[in-house]
Each structure stands twice: as C-alpha cells, then as structure tokens.
C-alpha cells in the first residue's frame, strides 16, 4: 500500500491517468475485503482522493468504489487483530464523517450507504483463504468508539440545501441513533434543535418528517430526557413542530400521516412539561386547546371547517393525547386564562354522564369509557385552577349526579381496558374513583360558595352512602381502588365538616358507625401494599374533623368504645401514627367521660394507659437524644429537655417575630401532648406503674415549668450573644427565673433519687422475706426428714422401738393431771399387745353390722314407709343395688 500511494505524494504533471490506474488496481486487489492492517493506508488514500475531487472529478468513480468497499466486513488474519487494531480502525471510521466536505454529491451519498452496510452488510461471494470476517457488530461499536455520529451530525450543516443527500444522512443517523452512546454523541452535537428546526424543508417523498421523528424519538428514549427537551425548548423549534403537526392534521389522509401526527404530538407534550418552553409565545398551546374541545364545544375557528374526526383509531388515540396535553399545560399558571377561554371545563363534563348512545355513528362503548375515564382524571387537574367556570358549569351537581349513578342499579359493564380503566371491568369503581378525584382538589381548596353549594345538595347524606357501599366491597374483596375510594370519600367528609357544627351534626352517629370498623382494622394490613395505612390516617382525620366539637357525636363515640380502640392503636408504638392520635386523645379530653374511658383501659399484659404513655414519653427522649442516666434520672438540673439537635444548633439570634428552637420543638415531637394527657387525667393514684416509670414520672409533671425556663435560657442566651445588656431590673428577674428553673430540676433530681433509694429499700426487704420464707421451707424439710429418720430406726431396730415406746408411754404419764377426783373412773388408753409407737388419730372407723339387715339410720322413722326414691338429695333409695360381703361384728378398724 506505501507503493501504492507514493505516486500521490508530489505533484507531477500526467500522473492524472496514472494515479486512476492505481487505484482502479487497489479497488480490484481488495474487492473482497479490506484487512484491518491495510485500513490507515486505505483512509490515507481516500482523504487524497477527497482534496484531488475537488479540481478533478475523475477521483469521484474510485473514491465511491473503495467507500463501497469499505461497506463489506472487514478482514483479520488473527483472532487478536480485532482487539490489537481497535484504535486504528474506530479513527479511520471516524473519518467518513469528515469525508463529507467533499463537495460531491455521489460520494456523500455513498458514505451514508457505507455507515448504513454497518448494521445491514451483504458480505462478498468470494471468500479469501486465509482470512476470517470480523464479527457482525464489529463496525458498529468502532463507529460508536470513534465519534462517527457526532461528526454525522455537524455535517448536516453542508448538506442543508441538497434534499436527496440530507435524506441519506438523516437514514444514515436514523440507524445510528438505535444505540444509546450514539444517542448520547448526537446530543452532544445539539441534534435535536438541529434535525427538528429543518421539519418542514421541502420535501415532496415525506422521508424527511418521518426520518427526523425516528430520530427524535431515539434521542428522547436513549438519553436524558431533560436534555432533549432544552434543546427542543426554542420559538424555531416549537413553530418547526406546530407547523408539521398542523399540515398532517388538515392534509394528511393516510394511516401513516395520522400516526406520524400523533407521534409529533406526544414531542410536543414532552416539550410542553417544561415550563420555560415558548409554548404560548408560538401559539401552539392555543391551537391545542381548541384541537381538545373541538368536538365538545362548537367555537368558530378556521379549524372547524377544515377538520373533522373520523372515528378511526389514530383519531381515538389523538384525542386521548389532547386530554393529557390540557393537563401537561394546566400546570403552567400563564395557561390558565387559555384554558379559560377555550370552555376546557364545559368540555370535560360532556364525558361526565352515562354513554346514551354507545357506538352509534361515535366512539365504540369501549372507546366512549376510555374517553370518559381520561376527560374525568383531566378535569382533577383543571378544575381546582378554573373554580369559577366549574361553579358556573354546576360541577357540583353533575358529579353527584354522576355519583349516584356509580351505585345505581343501570345496567352497565366497564371494559376496564385502559390505564384508567384499572380494576373496572363489569362495575363502575374507574368512574366512582376518578369522580372523587375530582371532587377532592375541588374541596380541598376550602372556597366557602363551592363546600356550601356542595353539602347543600346533600352531599354528606350521599358520600356516607358511598362510603357504605364501598365497605361492603372491601368486606368481599379488598383492592387498592375500592381502598382509594373510601380514603378521598373520608377526606373530602373532613375537609367539608371541620369548621361547621350542623355538618357535624349531620354526619353524627351514623358517620360513626362507618369509622368504628376501620379504626378495628388488622394492623397487619399497615404494611399490605393496597393503601390500608392511608386510609387509617384518612379515619383518623376524618374523627378529628367530623366528631369532635359535636357533643352527640363524641358520647356516641364513647358508648361504642372508640377511645378503647384509639389506645389500642397508640400501644402498636407506630412512629407516624402516635402523634395525631395523642392530638385526637388530648382534644377528647375536653370531653368529662373521656378520662373515665382512658383509665380503665387495659392494654397487653394488663398494661394500663398510664404505662403506656410513660414508655411513649422515654422512646420519644431516647430518639431525641435527651440525656439522662440508665434510670431515667435528670443529670443536667439546668437542660432537663433539651435534645441533641438543640445542643447542636446552639444559640441562633432570631427576630421577634419568629419562634425559637424550643418553641418549635413543641410542635414536632410528642411530648407535649403526652404531659397535656397525664394533666387531664391526673398525675395521682395512676395504677400499674414501676418504678421507673414514677421516675419518669416526676419529669413529666414538670414539664411545663421546664419548658418555660428553657425558653427564658434561649432568651438569656440570645442577648449574650447579640452583647445586649437588660436593665438591672430586668436583669434580676431573669437571674430569678433562672435560678428558679434549676431549683426545680434540683428537686426533680432530689425526688427521683428518694424514690430509686425507697424502691431499693423495699426490693432488699422483699428479698430477705422471701429468704426467710425459703429458709422455713428448708427447716421443715429438715424435720421431716429427721422424723422419717427415726420411724426408718423404729422400724428396724427393735432396741430402738423399745426405748421410743418408753419414752412415748413417759410422755404420756407426765402429761396426765396430778389430781384424781375420789368417785372418778379411769380408764386405760393402751391396747394390749401394740406394739407401735404412732399416735391414734382422731378418726376412728367402725364398720359392723350392715345397713340391709338394720333397716338404715332411718329404719324407725316415718320416711321409711312410703319407700320414695329421692334424686338429687342425700336420701335415695335404689332398688339393684350390690351389697358388699358383711364384715365381721365388732371389728374396729382404725385409720
């Protein structure tokens, strides 16, 4: 190859034809292939071509032979050359994009085909010996190595006026673009402002609008998505794709224009989500709006008279777009009074009715509930930012209209089929779901005309019957929509009742009859993944709202043991839950009955309320990093509260309008609400406490007082830093105050220590009584013991038998009195011939003469006449009954 390009190197005259020559003879000699060795030598040959075409137009038949060329896979002679030439082959791919500065048309095109051959290759018939094909992918990951695509990119630049080349580059970058890091290269090179600015250049084939949103596509799916749409987020660009977008939706009649039209629309989508995009500017946003309420609305436009909807697929899939699009642009606020004007609210509630008409010259019944579904999730997006429009369309109205015929009895099967269409195949759950939706932005925004107008409907009667019918589907199937749907019906009950009495009132003990059941919910269901855990919060919040400040409501609450079921709930110790339901607890306090309720209750292993609440309050102060030592006893007297983050904040000069640090951590922690709960029920003859627990006991008492002087420390230390000296007067007070609060901790401390040192006095007493007990136990077995010793020697010892009987009959003579009486008789206690030392007991059984020959103990009373059998008393008398062998007379056996 060096013999080969030596004759381009000087330049002599007549080596025209010479030089052709040569490279007639390279085209044949490597016709089959190129080898990976030869490919620099090759690249330097057609880099000389590419300045030589420029004054010679001869070059320009070679140059594309060897460009084809190089389209074939390339040649190795090892397994390694592969690896070994990497660098040297990804540098000379990287030159076919610098070889399109050759002013030529047919090169150029022949370089597109070059890259193209990379993923489409037809190897040669002719196989050489001794050469092996690289693999398939080879060329392509060379190209991605070697930058090839930017360079393709920035060479659009040159090929801007000739149509046929830029649609072979666009082709080109088309297969390029399939591969992320190519994707990443193109983006690098501002590919995307670049290829969509250049959408509507003439272009009678068509190629050039579909290569280009291939391209687009590829980019927006390969690369940050973010990035792109910068790039597209230009005036050129977005008037580039309004225009493109618009002449396919008025003069394309094909399949293929329709679907390109969609898919022009979803990149305007994309670019919508940005903000800072000139959508409005370039009065796409307005064209779109009225594209969306075309059918719906009848507005004069020029639109009107040159579009229709054909029904069709692509059609149903564009107006779906147009109704994600309306949502995408009421994000931006500057939309707004677009939306406004174009009656996108009166056109969303033409979906929010039964389908009277299914599939009549109109949507089929299926695409008609996809509409539906997706027109009703838009309008939660627009209607909160368009409130007066859906007061003067009776939002209200209609969606509890449309509600009630959620539960109505209509012959109705949802097809399910769509993404919001989940979970409503044979029912009416998707449009139940999506209707609250609606109604709970709406009533969240707290507009007093739109609650009003909404409970004056008898929406409260209504969503209380919602939320019936929804537990009665849970009972049979518990899924996340029919969860959903009981969550949004509890909020929007509390955000309608909070500040209102009389609908209080009207959700009253019915809508408590609804809560009970989901506050005895499995705890086990916190965790299921399908919403329960939200829709425990929702009844929470729904109780604060709904029943508390209504006096009915809250007794009827108590009478069915609510507040058993709010404790229960505190000892499962939820982090996230503990806190609203001590807010629930202290505000039901207010309540008389409320205390009664919270002191009888009996937790896990007897465990009172109380108990439960000192546990809480030393969980809290462990998280908090409160100090204190392994009993729980104050070690600071000045800072008995304050926490890790408040030591480490240290002291921050704040303005006087602004709370503190110990202000705030009022509000984010739960000790507050604990100490207001121990107040309301008394800090007095609390059962089931240990001591530890009076130990944390006594802080808690004084937790006010602690708080107070931790506020007036932050003070002082606050006008230490700021270098600002009170008056005297002042001054002393604040000396005072100080002094007071440590005084306080002191006493704290004091009281604590007293009551660990009593608590271990009475462990050391109640240790020795039980020592002394188990001291009994071991001397009475040591007697008995002793005494069965003695029995054992009594026994086998005759000797010893003898002088325990002595001793017995001593015992027994010097225990009788000493004084005998002169007509008193005396009797022997001794059986002759006993030989036993044990003392008779006091029973003595004496068995003679049996019952069935004497007649019974009442054989002469007058019971024994009328022979009645007596059952269930002691008297029976039974005929069969089995006499035992008579015993001899006078026999006398003693036990």
Partial sequence: TNAIIAPFSPPQNNLEEKQLQILQKVVTHFENGLLLKDLAEIFKILNLCAEKIQDQEAFIEPTCEILKICGLPFLKNKLSDEINYTKTVSESIAQLGYLMRVPSSQVRIQICKCIISFYDAKPPRKQLSGYQRTVANYKIQMAELGGLAETLILSLALVENQLAEKLWVLKALQHLSSSGVNCKLMMKAQAASRICSH??????????????????????????????????????????????????????????????????????????????????ESGFTKQLILLATFSEVKIYNHLSR???????????????????????????????????????????????????????????????????????????????????????????????????????????????????????????????????????????????????DLCDQGAISQLLDLLKYAANLSKEKEDAIVLEIQTDILLILSIVCENDLHRKELFGCEGVDILIPLLKMDPKKFYSGLGHNRLLFSTLDCLWCCVMGCYIAEDYFLEREGIFLLLD???????????????????????????????TWRGHKDQTA?????????????????????????????????????????????????????????????????????????????PGLSAKDFVTLAIIRRYLDFKVGEVWNEVLAE??????????????????????????????????????????????????????????????????????ENFLTRTSNYEALKKAKRLQEKSIEASRSKSKSQNATTHSTEIKGLNTTVTSGRLVTVESTPSQLT?????????????ISVRGGALKKIKGVKVLDPFKKDSVSIK
């Fill in 855 to 867: 007649g019974g103990p009442l054989a002469d009373t007058d019971l024994s006449l009328g022979k």
């Fill in 199 to 280: 959408l509507n250049d003439v272009d009678p084939s068509g190629q050039l609008l579909f290569r280009s949103s291939e391209i687009l596509w590829n980019l927006l799916e390969n690369t940050p998505k973010e990035e792109i749409v910068n790039q597209l987020s230009n005036l050129e660009c977005i008037y580039a794709l309004k225009e493109a977008f618009m002449n396919l939706l008025m003069h394309g009649f094909r399949h293929y224009d329709r679907q390109l039209r969609n898919d022009l629309l979803v990149i305007a989508t994309l670019i919508a989500e940005n903000l800072e995009a000139p959508m409005i």
């Fill in 569 to 599: 709930l505190l000892a499962l110790k939820q982090k996230n839950m503990c806190n609203l339901i001590l807010g629930i607890l202290v505000e039901f306090c207010d309540n008389h009955k409320t205390t009664s309720h919270i002191s």
């Fill in 306 to 452: 040159g579009f229709k909807f054909t029904y069709s697929y692509e059609d149903f899939e564009m107006k779906k777009l147009l109704f994600n699009i309306v949502a995408v642009l009421a994000k931006d606020l500057c939309a707004v009074q677009l939306l406004s004007e174009g009656k996108v609210i009166l056109a969303l509630f033409y979906y929010v009715k039964p389908n009277e008409k299914p599939g009549v010259h109109d949507w089929s019944a299926a695409q008609y509930e996809e509409l539906q579904l997706h027109a009703i999730a838009t309008l939660a997006s627009v209607a909160p930012l368009l409130i007066d429009d859906y007061m003067t369309c009776q939002g209200n109205t209609r969606l509890l209209m449309f509600l009630e015929w959620c539960v109505g009895q209509d012959p109705f099967f949802g097809q399910g089929n769509s993404f919001h269409g989940t979970g409503g195949r044979g029912n009416k759950l998707a449009q139940m779901r999506y209707s609250l939706r609606v109604l709970r932005p709406v009533v969240s925004l707290c507009d007093d005309a739109v609650n009003l």
């Fill in 610 to 686: 109380a108990s439960l609440l000192i546990q809480l309050w030393r969980q809290e102060e462990k998280e908090l990093g409160v100090i204190q030592d392994s009993n729980g006893k104050i070690i600071d007297p000045k800072k008995p509260l304050v926490t890790s983050f408040q030591k480490q904040q240290g002291v921050i000069s704040m303005p006087a309008n602004c709370p503190s640090i110990a202000i705030l951590e009022v509000s984010e922690n739960m000790r507050a609400k604990i100490y207001s709960l121990l107040y309301k029920i008394g800090f007095e003859n609390l």
């Fill in 719 to 788: 006008l230490k830093e700021e270098e600002f000296r009170p008056v005297t007067p002042d001054q002393e007070a604040m000396k005072v105050i100080s002094e007071v609060t440590e005084s306080v901790g002191k006493m704290v401390a004091a009281l604590q220590k007293e009551m660990l040192e009593s608590h271990q006095h009475q462990e050391l007493q109640e240790e020795e009584r039980i020592y002394t007990k188990i001291q009994g136990i071991h001397k009475q077995r040591e007697m008995v013991n002793k005494s069965w």
